[in-house]
């Protein structure tokens, strides 16, 4: 069929991104119906007079989003959304006019700490804990210059109060690099600068605390987001997380919840919410007048595709509320992390961030700001994508050195991923513990910095960080895992020869 777009080759969006865009719009408005065939990528490219390449990354887009599918041979239809699950996405901005009064009263001081049990001083030797950057890759010399000039130039502003909404600076950078990464159209003035994506969560909870009545978070979940939740005297709905992530048919149907996800890389299953949930979510969200905070904590690395759309970028009705960080793109001790809020929230999170913090030191804000402007950021993003990469494939191989068709998920993107231990296996937990005694650390999913409310996770799936670790000590670690469970570790040998079933000799 013949698609109509209109393409600008002088607006400052790439072309994929526009072609994405549009052909997203025509699906959701309805249309292009379901079952419908897109234009053969050769075909689109000729018609208006772009790369093929450029209509394949737009594709390729489209499908890992869920918009369309494959056939065989037979090229791309469009997949099948309910149409009841539309009607929320074209309303944009009905929301809008009932956003509820942000909470600005006072409420207890919310104390979240997300370190790792040991405080950092016992890791193994070899330690897949997740979500830790790769330190020799801190772009140092880039930092230091800023620093340096920025101490030369502006010292003036360290006897100063900054804006306790973030240095406008900073601000626009951040909404530029959601716009082009993340699919959204977001303004300066939706935006706080936070102390990490914590501070960030807290904010959020804070905001709209007198709106909600309930609490709904995904199980199992970040344990940051847990202890927040916690903290509160809010009632907690804990809701399962499935292959399809979180599953939206279980979320309370009375009104006010607050709901916590991770829809780009669940954490810790490492699962991507498909797009039916996405928009079951949405609309869930309406209908029950709640809303939802995105924790989008490791969304700028994708590995195998172009970056993908988050929920917050999908949502028009302005039910998403996000929540971003710097700590594994740049360095988790700058903590500097940012809440992206619906505009007509946007004076009383100010307010609220300046009753908590009175805002972010100014000297690490502008350092960050000059760092994404100058061009660093985006290079220095290329260059961890590559570096973090190569060491998933690593794990990727090793598992498959050492292990019968190992079943791995969430490895598309991401710090870490999950590995379903062979049937037969000890449970995760126990081997979490022997392979802690090699000097490896592994994580079940009610470990680490995950937390599983009710013991309702399942106990075979271990959760596996690899950026810390480079590709060498990853064979290594992995060999040494595959070694202790073919021993039997501490639990002994005896009637667990079904233990060396799934391990390859
Ligand atoms: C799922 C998830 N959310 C949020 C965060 C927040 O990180 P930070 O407070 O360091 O920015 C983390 C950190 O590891 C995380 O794993």
Same mark, same amino acid.
């Given at each position: 069929?013949?698609?109509?777009l209109s393409l600008d080759h002088g607006c400052g969006?790439?072309?994929?991104?526009?072609?994405?865009?549009?052909?997203?719009?025509?699906?959701?408005?309805?249309?292009?119906?379901?079952?419908?065939?897109?234009?053969?990528?050769?075909?689109?490219?000729?018609?208006?007079?772009?790369?093929?390449?450029? !209509?394949?990354?737009?594709?390729?887009?489209?499908?890992?989003?869920?918009?369309?599918?494959?056939?065989?041979?037979?090229?791309?239809?469009?997949?099948?959304?309910?149409?009841?699950?539309?009607?929320?996405?074209?309303? !944009?901005?009905?929301?809008?006019?009932?956003?509820?009064?942000?909470?600005? $009263?006072?409420?207890?001081?919310?104390?979240?700490?997300?370190?790792?049990?040991?405080?950092?001083?016992?890791?193994?030797?070899?330690?897949?804990?997740?979500?830790?950057?790769?330190?020799?890759?801190?772009?140092?010399?880039?930092?230091?210059?800023?620093?340096?000039?920025?101490?030369?130039?502006?010292?003036?502003?360290?006897?100063?109060y900054c804006d306790p909404a973030g240095l406008p600076d900073l601000r626009r950078a951040i909404?530029?690099?959601?716009?082009?990464?993340?699919?959204?159209?977001?303004?300066?003035?939706?935006?706080?600068?936070?102390?990490?994506?914590?501070?960030?969560?807290?904010?959020?909870?804070?905001?709209?605390?007198?709106?909600?009545?309930?609490?709904?978070?995904?199980?199992?979940?970040?344990?940051?987001?847990?202890?927040?939740?916690?903290?509160?005297?809010?009632?907690?709905?804990?809701?399962?997380?499935?292959?399809?992530?979180?599953?939206?048919?279980?979320?309370?149907?009375?009104?006010?919840?607050?709901?916590?996800?991770?829809? $780009?890389?669940?954490?810790?299953?490492?699962?991507?919410?498909?797009?039916?949930?996405?928009?079951?979510?949405?609309?869930?969200?309406?209908?029950?007048?709640?809303?939802?905070?995105?924790?989008?904590?490791? $969304?700028?690395?994708?590995?195998?595709?172009?970056?993908?759309?988050?929920? !917050?970028?999908?949502?028009?009705?302005?039910?998403?509320?996000?929540?971003?960080?710097?700590?594994?793109?740049?360095?988790?001790?700058?903590?500097?992390?940012?809440?992206?809020?619906?505009?007509?929230?946007?004076?009383?999170?100010?307010?609220?961030?300046?009753?908590?913090?009175?805002?972010?030191?100014?000297?690490?804000?502008?350092?960050?700001?000059?760092?994404?402007?100058?061009?660093?950021?985006?290079?220095?993003?290329?260059?961890?994508?590559?570096?973090?990469?190569?060491?998933?494939?690593?794990?990727?191989?090793?598992?498959?050195?050492?292990?019968?068709?190992?079943?791995?998920?969430?490895?598309?993107?991401?710090?870490?991923?999950?590995?379903?231990?062979?049937?037969?296996?000890?449970?995760?937990?126990?081997?979490?513990?022997?392979?802690?005694?090699?000097?490896?650390?592994?994580?079940?999913?009610?470990?680490? !910095?995950?937390?599983?409310?009710?013991?309702?996770?399942?106990?075979?799936?271990?959760?596996?960080?690899?950026?810390?670790?480079?590709?060498?000590?990853?064979?290594?670690?992995?060999?040494?895992?595959?070694?202790?469970?073919? $021993?039997?570790?501490?639990?002994?040998?005896?009637?667990?020869?079904?233990?060396?079933?799934?391990?390859?000799?």
């Open positions: 069929m013949e698609l109509t969006k790439s072309l994929q991104a526009q072609i994405f865009e549009q052909v997203r719009a025509l699906i959701l408005d309805g249309r292009l119906r379901a079952g419908m065939a897109l234009p053969p990528s050769r075909m689109l490219a000729e018609r208006f007079g772009i790369s093929r390449n450029t !209509a394949l990354i737009a594709y390729e887009r489209l499908t890992a989003e869920g918009y369309v599918e494959a056939r065989g041979t037979a090229g791309l239809y469009v997949t099948s959304i309910p149409p009841d699950a539309l009607i929320l996405i074209r309303d !944009a901005g009905k929301a809008a006019a009932q956003e509820p009064a942000a909470e600005a $009263s006072a409420t207890e001081p919310l104390l979240c700490f997300a370190g790792s049990p040991g405080g950092g001083g016992d890791r193994p030797a070899f330690d897949f804990w997740v979500g830790r950057s790769d330190a020799a890759s801190f772009p140092l010399r880039a930092w230091r210059r800023i620093v340096n000039r920025l101490l030369a130039d502006e010292s003036g502003y360290l006897t100063d909404a530029d690099h959601l716009g082009r990464a993340r699919g959204m159209g977001v303004t300066e003035d939706q935006i706080i600068v936070t102390a990490g994506g914590q501070d960030a969560l807290n904010l959020v909870v804070n905001l709209l605390r007198s709106h909600t009545r309930q609490l709904c978070i995904e199980n199992p979940c970040y344990l940051g987001a847990s202890m927040l939740f916690s903290s509160t005297s809010l009632p907690i709905h804990p809701i399962p997380v499935d292959g399809d992530g979180i599953q939206t048919d279980r979320l309370p149907t009375s009104p006010g919840s607050l709901l916590y996800v991770t829809p $780009s890389h669940q954490f810790p299953t490492g699962v991507m919410m498909t797009l039916a949930r996405r928009l079951a979510l949405l609309r869930w969200a309406e209908e029950t007048d709640s809303y939802v905070v995105e924790d989008d904590y490791d $969304s700028d690395f994708r590995y195998d595709g172009p970056p993908l759309t988050s929920l !917050a970028g999908l949502d028009r009705g302005r039910r998403v509320l996000y929540a971003g960080t710097f700590s594994k793109s740049v360095g988790a001790g700058l903590r500097i992390g940012f809440a992206v809020v619906p505009r007509q929230m946007w004076d009383d999170a100010r307010l609220l961030k300046a009753r908590m913090s009175n805002g972010q030191a100014w000297l690490e804000q502008a350092t960050l700001a000059a760092f994404i402007n100058e061009g660093h950021f985006d290079r220095h993003l290329r260059r961890l994508r590559q570096v973090y990469k190569s060491r998933r494939d690593a794990l990727v191989a090793a598992l498959h050195a050492h292990f019968d068709t190992p079943r791995i998920s969430g490895a598309d993107s991401g710090l870490h991923l999950t590995w379903r231990l062979p049937e037969g296996f000890p449970s995760a937990r126990e081997v979490q513990v022997m392979a802690r005694e090699a000097g490896v650390g592994a994580y079940a999913l009610s470990s680490g !910095a995950a937390f599983d409310f009710n013991g309702e996770a399942a106990d075979d799936i271990l959760v596996l960080g690899y950026s810390s670790l480079d590709e060498r000590k990853v064979a290594e670690a992995i060999s040494k895992l595959k070694r202790t469970l073919s $021993s039997g570790g501490t639990f002994g040998n005896d009637g667990r020869d079904d233990v060396l079933s799934g391990v390859r000799p």
